[in-house]
């Protein structure tokens, strides 16, 4: 079902604003975009195992020398006891120039696997610089100018890419067991890394205000509520969800980064896994110490300044070809007046249930209030109701008769009605709304609808006061009263959100654009683009059992919770038995080291043939 417009296109843009589709095998079932951005990460990975890697003539290894910037740093005779001078001289010593920009590196790095690294950061400068143009506009500058649309699609796209580059990155240095040698912390930060990658883009999908950015603040905030987080982090508080993705997460990303970089320039590379693996203890402890030291072997020459200005402007060119070509969705957002005058009468239902208590707000719990409808925990404590209610909202003061109210200061026959709706007992009123929630229910009503005034006499005052809620509605009043905060700038949308979630209309429009929960919703993107395939191991819990079949009860919470135990497994790999070990059972490091593998195979051969030849003639 569509009811309003896609966003505006470039003129040479592809139209990808129409529904997704989508594909199912079992419980498996993606959107045709987000499975062809996973195979295409597939695909890359393959043949950067595969594709021979163009690589200079081995070097003989550098002559151990004094390097002039780790003397030149030395303290003076006598200050050596100096903060100062220790510090100076440990930063050189651990990070020298030639670390820091090198010019060689060890002849076994000659996979194009090592690439991705530099593409990925090369990507992350790209989103930084497309993200600085977009704030030089302000967050609504995209959604009404051309340029600032194909700002936002390079931003989308590139984002696209740094995601993408990263991952294939992390999987190359899982199958190298990149952990070795004393550079497990390397590994943690990496993982660290991605991580907060993960939730700077998805702050940013959050503070998109269009359709697709309404659905997955108000899908993951049960997510977030449900382990307690929802009581500090709310996603569908535009204003907090734009701070974190414009100045908290990228300056955390940038930091968690740099130290990633600074520890690979410090650590070196791992070393390629033995041909065969060591037995014994002696053995393996000196494996690891060889793993650990410094490299001692033959080197080449890398330029690691031309490497980079290269994947910039193949990465450029790249975002640039994306952006023009495939542009980027903007599904405009849905307002609580767009959704009255559509569906009137599952409006009308929808404040009937507010007013009698049977909606999903009502009943929610913590943040909210004190129900227990969707209180969610697994074992004894529930972190939920710990976080206690932090964005109070009662259903029926905060939806119909709050704004009602300040509409009848100015309104006397909804004043009367309005008091005598409140004058009444609670009993008498949830008598009222019920009887008015259930003359609406389903998609028609049995007496004439006249702008929800139904002639209802058991239904008391309501009617009259659901045709001015309606009323409101239609004009824009009602989205203005629940926006009204008390705060400077009006950009927590948490009421209407609740509001119209507790709807069908919202979510049928979700359900038409391949959004809802058990479609992969939070990966999906509006129209046929790819959305967020990096949290399909989130995504994946509510597929499968427990989550599959407990979707009124603690899917959300399972689903976090099996996503932190995988996330904290990948994150200690170097210390976990066994799942360290699969690199070196599962041999992809022979297609990444095979260059190396096989010219340590040729001198063994040489010798043994002139061996052979000695024999011979003796």
Same mark, same amino acid.
């Given at each position: ?10 003129? !040479? ?28 990460? =597939? ?29 030149? +740093? +030395? ?39 090592? /690439? ?68 497990? !912390? ?22 998109? #205000? ?18 307690? =987080? ?5 996603? *569908? ?11 908290? !997460? ?59 200005? =290269? ?84 259903? +029926? #003061? ?16 909804? +004043? ?12 008498? #009123? ?35 006061? !659901? ?19 008390? #705060? ?11 509001? *119209? ?21 939070? *990966? ?25 079949? /407990? ?9 976090? *919770? ?57």
């Amino acid at each position: 079902m569509k009811v309003y417009a896609a966003g505006r296109l470039h003129p !040479m843009a592809i139209d990808l604003n129409h529904p997704s589709h989508i594909l199912s095998w079992s419980f498996l079932t993606i959107t045709v975009a987000n499975l062809i951005v996973i195979a295409i990460m =597939v695909v890359i990975f393959g043949a950067a195992l595969i594709i021979r890697f163009p690589h200079s003539a081995s070097l003989p290894p550098a002559e151990p020398g004094e390097d002039h910037a780790t003397a030149a +740093a +030395a303290a003076e005779p006598g200050d050596t006891d100096m903060w100062t001078a220790k510090v100076r001289t440990a930063a050189t010593r651990l990070l020298a120039p030639k670390k820091l920009l090198p010019d060689r590196q060890p002849a076994y790095v000659a996979s194009w696997i090592y /690439t991705f690294g530099i593409a990925s950061l090369v990507a992350l400068g790209i989103v930084i610089g497309s993200g600085f143009g977009l704030a030089l506009g302000g967050p609504d500058w995209w959604h009404t100018n051309p340029v600032g649309h194909f700002f936002n699609s390079l931003h989308l796209w590139s984002v696209e890419l740094f995601m993408a580059f990263l991952v294939i990155h992390l999987w190359g240095k899982f199958w190298m067991a990149a952990w070795r040698g004393r550079r497990a !912390m390397t590994w943690i930060t990496g993982v660290i890394a991605f991580l907060a990658s993960v939730t700077t883009a998805f702050t940013g999908y959050l503070s998109q #205000q269009n359709f697709d950015s309404q659905w997955i603040s108000a899908s993951a905030k049960d997510a977030f509520n449900a382990v307690g =987080v929802g009581a500090f982090f709310n996603p *569908m508080n535009f204003g907090q969800m734009f701070m974190w993705h414009i100045v908290l !997460m990228p300056l955390i990303l940038v930091v968690i980064v740099g130290a990633h970089i600074l520890l690979v320039r410090a650590r070196g590379v791992s070393h390629p896994l033995p041909a065969t693996r060591a037995r014994g203890w002696a053995a393996r402890k000196a494996a690891s110490a060889a793993d650990a030291g410094p490299w001692r072997g033959p080197t080449r020459r890398y330029d690691i300044i031309k490497e980079g200005t =290269v994947a910039f402007l193949l990465v450029g060119v790249l975002t640039f070809l994306l952006a023009g070509l495939l542009s980027s969705p903007d599904l405009p957002a849905l307002s609580v007046q767009a959704w009255a005058q559509h569906d009137q009468l599952g409006f009308v239902n929808t404040a009937a249930t507010e007013l009698d208590g049977s909606s999903e707000t009502a009943a929610y719990g913590p943040p909210y209030n004190n129900g227990t409808g969707s209180l969610q925990q697994i074992g004894p404590i529930s972190w939920q109701k710990l976080s206690g209610i932090t964005q109070r909202i009662n259903a +029926a #003061q905060t939806f119909v008769l709050g704004p009602l109210s300040s509409l009848a200061k100015t309104t006397p026959p909804l +004043a009367t009605v309005l008091a005598t709706y409140t004058q009444a007992l609670a009993s008498q #009123q949830r008598s009222w709304a019920s009887a008015y929630d259930t003359a609406t229910a389903g998609a028609t009503t049995k007496v004439p609808f006249n702008h929800g005034d139904l002639n209802l006499h058991k239904a008391g005052p309501v009617p009259v006061m !659901m045709s001015y809620e309606l009323a409101m509605a239609r004009s824009g009043a009602l989205d203005t009263d629940l926006l009204a905060q008390r #705060q400077f700038y009006g950009t927590d949308f948490t009421k209407p959100l609740l509001f *119209m979630e507790d709807g069908a209309y919202f979510g049928d429009l979700a359900t038409a654009q391949h959004l809802q929960g058990n479609q992969w919703g939070v *990966m999906n993107e509006t129209g046929n683009y790819p959305g967020q395939p990096w949290l399909w191991l989130y995504q994946l819990w509510y597929q499968i059992p427990p989550g599959s079949t /407990t979707w009124s009860a603690s899917a959300d919470v399972w689903a976090v *919770m099996a996503t932190g135990i995988c996330t904290l497994a990948l994150l200690l790999v170097p210390f976990i038995p066994g799942l360290r070990d699969i690199p070196r059972y599962v041999p992809v490091h022979r297609l990444i080291w095979r260059s190396w593998y096989r010219s340590q195979r040729q001198p063994l051969a040489a010798g043994a043939a002139d061996q052979a030849l000695t024999q011979q003639h003796q």
